[in-house]
């Protein structure tokens, strides 16, 4: 299928601001690789063999007795005593990952107490509880893109819709909706999530969810101004005046004049939803305590001044993260503004 000279063009003029381009990939790259966490980091080795079979306990559960040991308990397969089993007894080895830490295992063999400086062991040292920095770091930050891009698509569907109802008809139905947001948005979210926090343990889609409920403002008013403009222009009035009905003129003539200014946005939605999250576990009231996040591993930078490496690591991820999905906003911004040319 050919694409259209319009999208030709856009795409030659993304391509042509080179930093947002690079980022895109490199961002892709790294997401993509911590999509692969368990393979990367984990305290379970990626492959075992024993007795001429193949076993791959980063996928499934074995007990001490599937390797001749003596308990229905799952093995630690870093005590020397499961590991003379599987190597001598059982004639086989053990494949590790690259890091052989999950975000929330617990390295008992450090030289000093905790947190301990980064070594060949724990390349970037460990946190206050004897975790390895890395690991957490990989895990946090899929966990903060997965986040970010569940809360943006849905609340960007939310908001375009919204936006769409309100410019399209216009009137009371406008005057209401722009009231209702004006005293929605006056909420204190933070104060909200306090709140909640203290009622109920707040998890992955709980956040989401409370957080969905005021992110969906963000494209309302750029979507609204689009279909204010487009709605009396002249192939509007003609699609109505030929009988199609509201609904396939809103989403099949109008809307897609709207995306242009949509797409432009939602990097920058999307930066500012990783902002959002950092900041709650930073606060304290984000994911559950345990799980592997940016904003703890930079609330533990602050705790822990005296380990300068744990903020060393949130600043240096935190920053390079952000800077690469500005960057890829602007080189969005530039593929949509009609005054560049090719």
């Known amino acids: 299928m050919k694409m259209s000279p319009l999208n030709q063009r856009r795409i030659a003029n993304f391509r042509n601001n080179r930093r947002g381009y690079w980022s895109l990939w490199i961002f892709l790259a790294l997401f993509l690789l911590s999509l692969f966490a368990e393979l990367l980091a984990n305290d379970r080795p990626l492959l075992v063999k024993f007795q001429g079979d193949l076993y791959y306990p980063v996928l499934t559960d074995y007990t001490e007795l599937t390797f001749g040991g003596d308990f229905e308990s799952p093995p630690d397969y870093k005590d020397p005593y499961i590991q003379e089993l599987i190597k001598e007894k059982g004639q086989g080895w053990i494949l590790w990952a690259p890091i052989p830490f999950s975000y929330n295992t617990i390295n008992y063999d450090l030289p000093i107490p905790a947190p301990s400086p980064p070594t060949l062991e724990n390349l970037l040292g460990t946190d206050d509880q004897g975790r390895d920095v890395l690991a957490r770091v990989i895990y946090g930050f899929r966990i903060s893109v997965l986040f970010a891009v569940v809360l943006t698509l849905a609340s960007s569907v939310i908001g375009i819709i919204a936006g769409a109802v309100q410019g399209y008809y216009g009137g009371k139905v406008d005057l209401l909706f722009q009231r209702f947001i004006e005293i929605w948005s006056g909420l204190p979210v933070l104060f909200l999530l306090i709140i909640l926090a203290s009622v109920v343990e ?32 002249e192939y509007v009035r003609a699609a109505r005046a030929l009988g199609l009905g509201n609904r396939s003129i809103m989403f099949r003539h109008i809307l897609p004049n709207a995306m242009v200014a949509t797409l432009t946005f939602m ?76």
């Open 267 to 342: 990097p920058f939605i999307f930066n500012g939803s990783l902002v959002t999250l950092t900041a709650l576990d930073f606060l304290g009231f984000g994911l559950p305590p345990g799980s592997p996040s940016l904003g703890e591993l930079v609330a533990q930078g602050k705790t822990n001044l005296h380990a300068p490496w744990l903020g060393i690591t949130a600043f240096v991820v935190l920053s390079l993260m952000l800077s690469l999905l500005i960057f890829i906003g602007e080189a969005v911004r530039d593929a949509f503004d009609p005054r560049k040319v090719q």
């Open 202 to 233: 707040p998890n992955f889609w709980w956040l989401l969810g409370i957080m969905l409920l005021f992110s969906w403002m963000n494209l309302v008013d750029v979507v609204r101004a689009e279909f204010l403009r487009g709605r009396n222009l």
